[in-house]
Nanobody, 125 residues
């Protein structure tokens, strides 16, 4: 399984970015894609996740209403649309995948088995 994030760049506060997480090396849609971020000097935190098979989603309070996760099943890609960006959104953003069905969406890092390399998002004030 291979995950590649893209779309990170420098943007001004109030701007928008769309991150992509392209997955390869597996088939089917029984998986959850999670988005995490790690700001300088801080621990990695969960931002959002989506269950690809049934479109269930979760958002951290800090991004609720500003970020939206979506998918393109044909491309095996999950997107994170980020609007109204703030300087505190500056971080390396990672996507991760976990497989199988579950009762609740996985919110912890240790629930994910595959990780991308990360993409840097910098929001200037």
């Amino acid at each position: 399984v291979h995950l590649v994030e893209s779309g990170g760049t420098l943007v001004q506060a109030g701007g928008s970015l769309r991150l992509s997480c392209a997955a390869s090396g597996f088939a089917g849609d029984l998986y959850v894609t999670g988005w995490f971020r790690q700001a300088p000097g801080k621990e990695r935190e969960g931002v959002s996740c989506m269950s690809v098979s049934d479109d269930l989603t979760w958002y951290a309070d800090s991004v609720q209403g500003r970020f939206t996760v979506s998918k393109d099943v044909a491309k095996n890609t999950v997107y994170l649309q980020m609007n109204a960006l703030k300087p505190e959104d500056t971080a390396i953003y990672y996507c991760a995948v976990t497989f199988g069905t579950r009762k609740d969406l996985p919110l912890r890092e240790d629930e994910y088995s595959c990780w991308g390399q990360g993409t840097q998002v910098t929001v200037s004030s």
